[in-house]
């Protein structure tokens, strides 16, 4: 009777694995390539056991063939890079505010490794990252996030096909969103540095044989970091409160 049973549940383990260890690949905090890719999947093992015995009633019996398998462990991929790569996004949105920051404050030229990329980033957006990343435990995110796991069986159900134009009419609005979010994160600094540089040009005009970019330079790092400083929290806030709204899209009501 044991021996019934096993190809069943090896088959509904490993389209729950495929599902949440691909959330697990892509989900911000969880992703982070400073955390080995051992460790990502043990996490990922452990939590489809545990949720083994709440999602597992959503599917059906083995596909009589390989193809069939295949399919739908396909599906189940898909799924979850949907909703990973849409919460990604969000974090890109943060990288293309911060380095619109460092170019207005000149510190463009300050790059290093992102831990969330694997490439090279400006040393603000990394640090605006970790800030990122730690405000996500700190306001307990990460549990929404693991609701937006369990959830995505209600909004995607196993027995129904994929929504494909829909899913394509979000994937566009979510990148136009990342876009405009890294707008308004830089949006301060933009001014500031439609304003500075306004005034260096007309300096550079009074007065032409003074080099006023190169020596106005450190000004406009000590004064950028001053304007940094006094918005970090109030962008952060914002910031979270924006990745929190696109988290509940996932959370069924």
Do not use: C
């Not at 090896?10 to 992703?31: D, E, H, K, V």
């Not at 209600?154 to 494909?164: C, R």
């Not at 106005?216 to 001053?226: F, V």
């Amino acid at each position: 009777m044991l021996l019934e049973y096993l190809p069943q549940t090896a088959f509904i383990f490993m389209l729950i694995f495929a599902r949440f260890g691909t959330l697990f690949m892509l989900l911000p905090a969880f992703s982070e390539r400073n955390i080995a890719v051992r460790i990502r999947l043990t996490v990922a093992l452990m939590f489809t056991l545990m949720m083994y015995p709440i999602v597992s009633t959503h599917y059906g019996t083995v596909p009589a063939n390989l193809i069939g398998v295949l399919v739908a462990m396909g599906k189940e991929i898909v799924i979850a890079m949907l909703i990973g790569l849409s919460i990604r996004l969000v974090t890109s949105a943060l990288q293309i505010g911060a380095t619109t920051i460092a170019f207005q404050m000149g510190l463009s030229f300050a790059m290093g490794p992102d831990s969330a990329t694997g490439g090279q980033s400006v040393t603000l957006g990394r640090f605006m990252s970790t800030v990122a990343v730690t405000l996500i435990f700190v306001t307990d995110l990460h549990y929404v996030m693991i609701v937006a796991m369990h959830d995505s069986y209600t909004l995607f159900p196993v027995n129904q096909g994929l929504p494909v134009g829909d899913m394509a009419e979000f994937a566009v609005q979510t990148v136009a969103g990342a876009f405009v979010v890294g707008t308004k994160i830089a949006a301060p600094f933009i001014v500031y540095g439609l304003v500075f540089y306004f005034g260096l040009g007309l300096l550079s005009r009074l007065m032409p044989q003074l080099q006023v970019f190169f020596i106005a330079m450190p000004a406009n790092i000590t004064i950028g970091l001053i304007l940094f400083m006094m918005l970090l929290i109030t962008i952060m806030t914002w910031y979270m409160g924006h990745l929190e709204e696109v988290l509940g899209r996932f959370v069924a009501s």
